[in-house]
């Protein structure tokens, strides 16, 4: 439905003050209401939205209502989200700039891991992983509302389902057992749209309905996993200015999602635009006004700032900070608990905080409280979050998101993982519905099969023993600086490398890193290290960091094999990521040792990418090579009768310096700030600068980047053919006051000392 007044729903809401939250909500469905849709998707979280949104692209003749039991969309956890989700928006919805004006920046995330005694951080900055949004729920699930509704799906608020069961559901109804077809589960809407409430009889049924779990409770209790879960505690807080400069950390300021790791678990801290006090037909309308122009294709930037439609729409925003503790839950708290707040959730917060100094320095007098923000509570509570539904599809029905399974925020999976979950089922639901009605039974058994093993068998536990993992890797900064960068190495090559601005079957079967069986074989020998059988004895009942200095030397003998598996399976590709020092005597080993004869396929892309015409960036693109596996040399030759020998001493001579790097308008103020850091040097010869998003070839170079200097973000710095990394990295080499060292070596000219 469009609506071409501005103030539609204000204006509706002041002529009809009877209107409540959910009629105003469900006045913006196109059709009426059916008994017999073809699909029912129990609760418009953001998982049931997309899964409906994407099934209306793939097959806008199905009829979909989405039921709601929200009289309105309200805040919820889980704001940060990664670049899989805005490929998804991209692709499915509409492209996301026009987010920005709904939702706050997120570029990548930013770990910082606590000492022991809680007083440094030693940080693994990872920022720049692609852009993606920090969600304000509410506005979330409001927009993907109000675009499923724009795109002709009903989506009902103040609608709870109930779902009636029968044999037929699992198959074995004789009634069922030789016929083609399949049954749904039965549907029953509580008090909708008559007072009684009315039975539905859908095709097919999507289960969205989150911790809930409507359907999936049905089928089977949830499965926890062996050993210990996490808890989460967490709060709303108003960032001051100011504060002492030396609390602060490093990049504190970056849009990115902050991980403070400790040996308990972590801590969020995830700035977001918050439009809490927006009335729901103001920022209806607001979000009407954003669909039409981008539904009229008006330019993003052609649309007023955040601050100019709140001020339209009289809608009011403001920034908040999400913070919270996902903590393991065989920690033993201590006995005078209640002196640290009133309730629980006050209780455990405060204990993690004033337990860590870092945590203690760096939240006081910076951020301040938001008491009862998002209703009644001001601190909130989540146990056991660990969980997977024993059954996940079955005749007639899928489920998905947190009504599948949920293990821990950490890497932001909910919302990633269950985007995967959603475009899945809608895939395999159009798959079903696209059989003749003699097949349907048969694809529909296919599928379920293929969702169980996808969702139960695979991803959960995946990202289960990921968990594990990186919370193993917290109980020990050391284990932390060692641990992360091989769970990078491991994960980039999948994030990355072959991802467009779409999101893709890869996507689905993201699981950063961890759908890679190479993760999994290299964190199970780890985890046999670290978390022995009898690992929970040494956790169960102790306080983490007792235990940890009491058995500190068997975890330095554990720490030492650890590095051995480490170094013996991941050596060379872990070199991007060593400590300041490693890389300066990586990069000088690098440089005397560069006489060989054989040319590295670096030095092809180098060469091609500094050839200036516009024929050298279609080389990668038309050429018919499988960029993520070795490339001949004669595909960068491009037809030049090349002597690579000869090539590689030109190069070094005329291009020492190259910096792949991204220009401004994509967001990357790590380019800008190499940028301006080597520009300081005044090297010459002069840095060779690539703004790969300008070229043609941009995901090309990006693939073929990632596979030889294990680096996929930028800006990505050459000195003579070999990564020194991006800018942190130059920054620290900077402030090492190796820098200049390096450059001379290399043979380039020095004539300030930088900044
Ligand atoms: C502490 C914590 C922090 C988190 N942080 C992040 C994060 O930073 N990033 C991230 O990606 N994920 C995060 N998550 C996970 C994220 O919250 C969830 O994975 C995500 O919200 C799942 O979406 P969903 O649509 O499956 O479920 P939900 O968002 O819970 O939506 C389910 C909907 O169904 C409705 N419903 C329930 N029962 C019925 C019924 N009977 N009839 C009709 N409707 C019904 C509910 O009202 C709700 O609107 C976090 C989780 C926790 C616990």
């Known amino acids: 439905m469009t609506i071409d007044n501005l103030h539609h729903f204000t204006q509706l809401r002041a002529a009809h003050p009877e209107l409540t939250d959910s009629m105003l909500l469900n006045s913006n469905n196109s059709s009426k209401f059916s008994t017999k849709p073809d699909v029912v998707v129990a609760g418009a979280g953001i998982i049931g939205l997309c899964y409906a949104i994407q099934l209306k692209n793939i097959s806008p003749h199905l009829n979909i209502a989405v039921y709601e039991k929200s009289r309105a969309p309200v805040q919820k956890i889980g704001e940060s989200t990664l670049s899989s989700f805005s490929r998804f928006t991209n692709g499915a919805v509409m492209p996301h700039d026009y987010f920005f004006r709904l939702f706050g920046l997120k570029d990548g995330l930013q770990f910082y891991c606590i000492d022991r005694e809680g007083v440094e951080v030693t940080s693994e900055d990872i920022g720049g992983l692609d852009l993606s949004f920090q969600l304000d729920r509410r506005m979330s699930e409001l927009f993907f509302t109000m675009w499923a509704q724009r795109i002709g799906i009903n989506v009902y608020h103040g609608v709870e389902v109930d779902f009636e069961v029968s044999d037929k559901d699992q198959g074995s109804s004789p009634e069922f057992q030789d016929t083609h077809h399949f049954a749904a589960p ?34 089977g209790n949830k499965e926890t996993f062996d050993g210990w879960n996490c808890d989460a505690y967490w709060a709303y807080f108003k960032q ?37 006090h927006a009335p729901l037909a103001n920022i209806m309308d607001l979000v009407a006004y954003i669909i039409n122009k981008a539904k009229n294709g008006v330019a993003a930037e052609a649309i007023p700032s955040i601050k100019a439609l709140s001020a339209m729409f009289d809608c009011p925003f403001e920034f908040i900070t999400s913070i919270g503790w996902a903590v393991r839950n065989d920690h033993k708290f201590p006995e005078n608990l209640d002196e640290y707040g009133d309730g629980e959730g006050e209780r455990k917060f405060n204990y993690f905080k004033r337990r860590y100094p870092t945590l203690n320095k760096l ?4 951020y301040e409280l938001l008491p009862k923000y998002y209703g009644k509570q001001t601190y909130f509570v989540r146990k056991s979050m660990a969980y997977r539904s024993p059954i996940v599809a079955g005749e007639g029905w899928f489920a998905i998101g947190n009504s599948a399974g949920f293990t821990n925020p950490l890497i932001s999976p909910g919302i990633n993982a269950g985007i995967g979950t959603a475009v899945l089922a809608a895939n395999l639901t159009k798959e079903i519905f696209d059989q003749p009605p003699e097949k349907a039974r048969a694809v529909m058994q296919k599928c379920i099969t293929t969702y169980q093993t996808y969702s139960h068998d695979f991803m959960i536990p995946r990202l289960h023993l990921m968990n594990h993992y990186w919370y193993n890797s917290f109980r020990d900064h050391r284990l932390f600086e060692v641990m992360v960068p091989c769970f990078w190495t491991l994960g980039i090559d999948d994030i990355d490398v072959q991802y467009v601005d779409e999101f893709t079957e890869e996507d689905v079967n993201w699981v950063i890193g961890v759908g890679h069986d190479k993760f999994v074989d290299f964190s199970g020998k780890v985890l046999e290290i670290l978390e022995p059988s009898d690992g929970l004895a040494e956790m169960n009942g102790v306080n983490i960091s007792e235990s940890t200095t009491a058995n500190y030397k068997e975890l330095q003998e554990n720490m030492k094999e650890m590095q051995e598996v480490v170094a013996l399976e991941f050596n060379s590709s872990c070199s991007g990521y060593m400590s300041t020092s490693a890389k300066i005597c990586n990069v000088r080993g690098f440089l005397s040792k560069n006489t060989k004869s054989s040319v590295d396929e670096i030095y092809g892309l180098i060469s091609l990418v500094t050839r200036e015409s516009e024929q050298s960036q279609r080389v990668l693109t038309t050429e018919s090579v499988d960029l993520t596996q070795p490339v001949d040399m004669n595909v960068y030759a491009a037809k030049r009768g090349m002597k690579w020998d000869k090539e590689l001493q030109r190069l070094n001579e005329e291009y020492p310096v190259v910096v792949f790097s991204k220009t401004n308008q994509t967001y990357c103020p ?46 990505n710095i050459l000195l003579r053919g070999k990564t020194i990394g991006g800018s942190d990295d130059l920054h620290a080499l900077h402030n090492a006051n190796a820098l200049r060292d390096m450059f001379l070596e290399a043979g380039v000219d020095v004539h300030m000392d930088g900044m």
């Open 240 to 276: 001051k200015e100011g504060g002492k400069a030396e609390n602060r950390l490093d990049h504190w300021d970056y849009p990115a999602t902050k991980h403070m790791c400790f040996p308990e678990g972590w801590g969020w801290f995830i700035k977001l635009i918050s439009w809490h």
């Open 670 to 715: 790590y380019s800008r700030k190499a940028k301006q850091l080597l520009q300081a040097y005044q090297l010459s010869p002069p840095p060779k600068i690539i703004e790969v998003d300008l070229r043609e070839d941009a995901a090309q170079l990006k693939t073929v980047l990632t596979r030889l200097t294990r680096r996929s973000t930028f800006p």
């Open 363 to 366: 939240m006081n007098g910076v």
């Open 186 to 219: 039965q549907v029953k809407l509580k008090n909708f749209p008559k007072p009684g409430g009315t039975e539905v009889d859908a095709k097919l049924v999507c289960d969205a309905s989150g911790f809930s779990r409507k359907l999936t409770s049905k089928f």
